[in-house]
């Protein structure tokens, strides 16, 4: 049995989230290999706050006289005890729901893992098969620790208190929380286990042991058919159903894949792969309430990312357009609309609440291109108008000039952007004053973006029956000066003009948005020419690299230490939301549907071999293109799902 065999169990992760920023994650083997691992990660400040305070149950049997234990650890000297994975017979997802089942003797005993409102896991063990009765003890490991930091033992009283199925938590005077069960009891243990070995982390150049306090003991006795559950939550717990919670989880993924059948035409021919996407696009739209008002955001990526402005208008269209929930893209812009200041979209949002950061030049167009998308979808002029104002300030600053000298030169008309220690476009990987890729200047794709937003605001001017010289008086110099790109000696497009040392002439991907967007402007010969280097550099079967491999700074893999990872980040990383790009960029040039389909049939393989059922934030640009990164990202998930869906209608 594969999940019998550490190297397989270890390698893969799970997610189950609650839509408020908070989750649930681990490895199919269930030994913590990330910070970021835990059976309850809430979000005590919404979708920010995330604290780990439940960080596993280990599991033990006793069947038939013999006594197994379920659970598995790896520790400080890089022993492995014990070696509960050696059970399991199958890990799948059920829908989004992980299922475990273990074989003990001639008794399989099957674990699920799921959320259900704000902050609230439910775990629950089901003895599947036995000829007697099955005895199961759970060590409760808790923590309370911002989920980015590691915890060494504290010095702390008696956390645990325990009323009849109920215990409450409180480690360190942090926050106070609940384990109830719906059967068995539950004692006080009130003990430090010490040297937790992450992986991961060691992986990743990090701190990697941790200490976990053995808060309490949960011990029942189960026949064939009958289930113990567990519930953790940061709210008071009253009785519970765990099967009639289950049903009402499983009920609402039927209703997601039920709206994408019906705004969608390919989805009754979709692969299963196609249906994972959907399931997971659920997983990045959590609230952020605003001034005690109800708002919507994306979780860009799983564990470790927050929301950021120009990641949600990336992934807006994949996420809530293409699986038939306009009403949430809806949502979307309008919150993002009421962040707008200087012309500029967040770029990220700090923990603790702190002020918003603005250090993005491309975020406010995306903006304006996820709500063409919008429109483009539902025909609904009644957001245009509530937020017309706001896109038309997004080009009044940056024609006039905003921040970190983004606006436009009135000499050529393109838009320059950038200062030194910043980093303003996508590729922004910086390690305290290191900006791997400044790119200041006019960067290609931000030229592109902006002529396609002042093309779109014109239509919506005209939709709305305003005046939209303005744009049109934009963007014709936009067109004219677009030819500047072209590096004749390349047959490619520069990277950044008018830059501090002259113009930047790498080969990158970032040539391939002036193929992808709807309003472009270059000529047919030019962009088949884009597609063509593009396809024969930078495309991988995973991904699209970020550097060309002909570059000396290329960097093929991604790994090491903060700084090792930071400087591959956009020197040859491949990104999975790029081969969207690509394919969009290939279809306008003219490229063949069924080709296209073709070079999507690899996530089908990956959305087994790294965050199970979802897609994560990249891979190696060297083969054999290991996924790294985020086990799931929202741009990855729901580009590759939305040029699905593109390139299906072609072809179909």
Known sequence: MEWGHLSVAEYR????TDGSGGYASGTASDILTRRYHGLLVAALAPPLGRRVLLAKLDASVVYDGSSVELGANRWHDGTVAATGFRFITDFRLDGRVPVWKYAIADAVLERRVWMHGASTTFVRYTLARAHSSLAISLKAYVNDRDYHALT???????????DGSTATIRLGGGTPWHLRVDRGTIRAENEWYYGFLLARESERGLDDVEDHYHGCTIDATLAAGESLTVVASTSQIETFDSQAVLAQVHESERALLGRWRETQPCAAGAPAWIESLVLAANQFIVDRPLNGSPGKTVIAGYHWFGDWGRDTMIALSGLTLTTGRAEIARTILAT????IDRGMLPNRFPEGGAAPEYNTVDAALWFIEALRQYYAATNDQSLLHDVFDDANGIIDWYARGTRYHIGVDARDGLLYAGEPGVQLTWMDAKLGDWVVTPRIGKPVEINALWYNALRAMDGFAQLLGRDPSRYRELASPVRR????????????LYDVL???????????PNALFAVALPFRALDAKREAAIVDVAARTLVTPCGVRSLSPNDPAYTGHYGGSPRDRDAAY?????WLWLTAIFLRAWRNAGGDAAEALAYLQPFAEMIHTYGVGTLAELTDGDAPYDQRGAIAQAWSVAEILRVWHEVQGDHG
């Open 13 to 16: 992760e799970w997610l189950v």
């Open 152 to 162: 060494h033992a504290l010095s702390v009283g008696d956390v645990t208190q325990i």
């Open 336 to 339: 993002f609309a009421r962040y």
């Open 481 to 492: 000066s677009f030819a500047r790109y072209w590096n004749d000696a390349a047959g490619y």
């Open 498 to 508: 008018d830059g501090p040392e002259g113009n930047d002439a790498t080969i990158r």
């Open 570 to 574: 956009h020197r040859g990383t491949a």
